[in-house]
């Protein structure tokens, strides 16, 4: 990775953010007085930061020793970056929480992260640069960087604690943060997201829920009637997390179903009991919902649309638009043309085919199923709610090209139409901006849920055969599958708050083969913002349903789900030996064998809802 310009004034800001940090206070109304897990968990909070002080002053010391003639100061480098990491994830629930501006230091992602629609970016800092460049070929050329990262973290640990000058929280808050730090634990942690060379997840996570622990001790002391339910989960999620802290075989189905989404649904029931709820995740995430996995766990209502009206009416009409030629150019063309409900909202083609009937357009019909849940709609994220695509579908000469006009004239001569806007509107008049909302609200609908993974999750444990269980703990664990599909929906939305949606630069090829891997030309994200790390950056779609939404990728190049983890797995376009200086995907390959991508695969089939639509 090379040096980036603006390094040290970006650290100088970093710097001066953390000491300005204060913590975010919500009023409860919980009286202050029987606020009993607040101090000891500053004291937790005091003493972990001052061994993670210490053990960013003794990475320093161990970058500062790496030798290119010798080798092992690498490992020793890396060993000291483990142990590094191992402290944060002691007191990350505390800063994540309340501290966000100084987590992003310590532990912010190693790629350019654009605000928009600012433009303005912030320069990868922390722990993870460090991993990325210590696991970097030449690893001793980025000395001078990798000094420069643990000075910047070390400088701001060390003054961790002035972050504390007139702190005061709640029960409420220090609860919610650790039900959120459950979910990155869940999200996050076992699936290697922020140490993926290291592969140190399952270590990390056995120390964050050792936090966790002593955090919830004063709530399991109360005797109330879930705190015991509480206590026997969390012991039971510690055991099986130091029994297996091999990343790439620990079992991740068994340590979800077993112990930790029944941990997170007693918790959930203590902190009722207590009349401790909080909720400052802007409606996204439902702690009403039994667990992560439960159908209702993400609010689908949290997400961008331009009208909050999601009634039986207004979705019948929708669903009768969706088919509706008469919103195309040559009435030849409605939306289900391109997204066929008996395809999985799909054509099944590379690319669909244009307007003109013999031509196609640029890139794949992505499925609409779970379409809902994204904060960006299309390939390249340039839409901001499923209203906008809609109105853009429409409208655009080479896919349906319609007229407003012609098309309002049509619809109004309709009675069906009209008593139908009069059902969902309250007025049987047709308006176009009336047509999207209508189109919007039937494809939010199209959530159901209702896989054998799903299943699986909900109880039925044999809803999933061994195949598909191994093949969940392979996309979760060693392909790093989970790591950009981020469960439960298996898409771009990153835990643990949900509140945006990732793009990513994989290097996708214009065609499957990898033999010969030929470097494709679409620029994605680049042709609506020209910033060089949007260079080819695509939104990354779910994967639920991708077993029945072939082929796959942008641009339609990959016939066959095993083609798709077989390019992952060789590391993509920079794995593959192109030239894509902004890939995000790691280039290292995954080490995958033939029965290993199988058993991804497998897994896939298992998030393939059955269509009654």
């Known amino acids: 990775m090379p040096e980036k310009k ?4 970006q650290i100088i800001i970093l710097c001066m953010a953390l000491g300005s940090c ?17 101090t000891p968990a500053v004291a937790w909070f005091k003493a972990g930061a001052q061994d993670f002080a210490a053990t960013t002053a003794q990475l320093q010391t161990a970058l500062q020793a790496i030798d290119e003639k010798h080798p092992q100061t690498i490992l020793q480098a890396r060993q000291a970056l483990t142990q590094c990491r191992l402290q944060y994830k002691r007191i990350e629930f505390f800063l994540e929480y309340f501290f966000r501006s100084a987590a992003m230091i310590y532990n912010g992602p190693p790629k350019y992260e654009i605000e928009e629609p600012y433009m303005e970016y912030m320069t990868p800092i922390g722990l993870q640069v460090i991993e990325s ?10 000395q001078k960087e990798l000094l420069q990262q643990a000075a910047a973290i070390n400088s701001s640990a060390q003054d961790m604690a002035a972050l504390l000058y007139g702190f005061t929280a709640t029960d409420n808050q220090l609860l919610e943060s650790v039900r959120l730090q459950l979910i990155r634990v869940y999200t996050l942690g076992i699936t290697g997201y922020d140490a993926p060379l ?8 056995y120390t964050a829920m050792q936090g966790l622990q002593h955090i919830l001790t004063p709530f399991l002391q109360t005797h109330a009637p879930h705190a015991d339910s509480v206590k026997y989960y969390l012991t039971g999620c510690l055991q099986l997390l130091q029994a297996n802290q091999n990343f790439d075989t620990f079992n991740r189905l068994q340590f979800l179903t077993v112990y930790a989404l029944p941990l997170q649904h007693n918790l959930g029931l203590l902190i009722k009991e207590l009349n401790l709820q909080q909720n400052t995740t802007g409606g996204v995430l439902n702690y009403d919902a039994a667990h992560l996995f439960s159908k209702d766990a993400i609010n689908r209502n949290a997400f961008p649309a331009d009208s909050s009206t999601l009634n039986t009416s207004l979705i019948t009409l929708g669903k009768t638009l969706f088919t509706e030629r008469a919103l195309s150019g040559n009435n030849k063309i409605s939306c289900a043309t391109c997204h066929r409900p008996g ?6 083609l590379p690319a669909s085919v244009a307007f003109d009937g013999h031509s196609h357009i640029s890139r794949n019909a992505p499925s609409l199923l779970y379409a809902a849940y994204q904060y960006a709609q299309f390939w390249d994220g340039r839409a901001k709610s499923l209203e906008e695509q809609v109105s853009a579908v429409v409208a655009n000469p080479q896919e349906m090209n319609g007229n407003a006009v012609n098309t309002l004239q049509q619809l109004q001569t309709s009675k069906i139409y009209r008593q139908l806007f009069k059902q969902a509107f309250n007025d049987s008049v047709i308006t176009t901006p009336g047509i999207a909302t209508a189109i919007a609200a039937y494809v939010r609908t199209l959530s159901p849920f209702n ?16 195949a598909q269980q191994r093949g969940f703990n392979l996309f979760m664990g060693k392909g790093q599958c989970g790591s950009c599909h981020f469960a439960p929906l298996f898409n771009g939305l990153v835990p643990p708050l949900y509140n945006f949606t990732e793009l990513e630069v994989l290097g996708t090829t214009r065609t499957d083969d990898l033999n010969k891997p030929e470097a494709d030309t679409d620029q994605g994200r680049f042709n609506i913002f020209p910033i060089e790390y949007y260079q080819q950056a695509f939104k990354t779609p779910t994967v639920r349903n991708v077993s029945a939404t072939g082929p796959y990728m942008h641009n339609g190049a990959f016939s066959t789900l095993q083609g798709v983890v077989e390019f992952y797995n060789k590391g993509g376009g920079r794995g593959l030996g192109l030239q894509v200086p902004q890939q995000t995907l790691a280039a290292a390959p995954l080490q995958l064998s033939g029965t290993e991508v199988n058993d991804i695969v497998s897994f896939l089939h298992a998030l393939e809802d059955p269509i009654t639509n």
């Open 6 to 9: 603006g390094f040290k004034k």
């Open 343 to 348: 395809l999985h909202f799909t054509d099944a």
């Open 133 to 142: 460049l210590l696991f970097e070929k030449d690893a001793p050329a980025h």
């Open 198 to 205: 290291l592969k140190t997840g399952i270590t990390e996570s």
């Open 22 to 38: 204060l913590p975010a206070l919500f009023s409860t109304g919980y009286p202050t007085h029987t606020n009993i897990g607040v």
């Open 451 to 466: 896989a054998p993974f799903d299943q699986y999750m909900a109880g039925d444990t044999a809803a999933m055969n061994s």
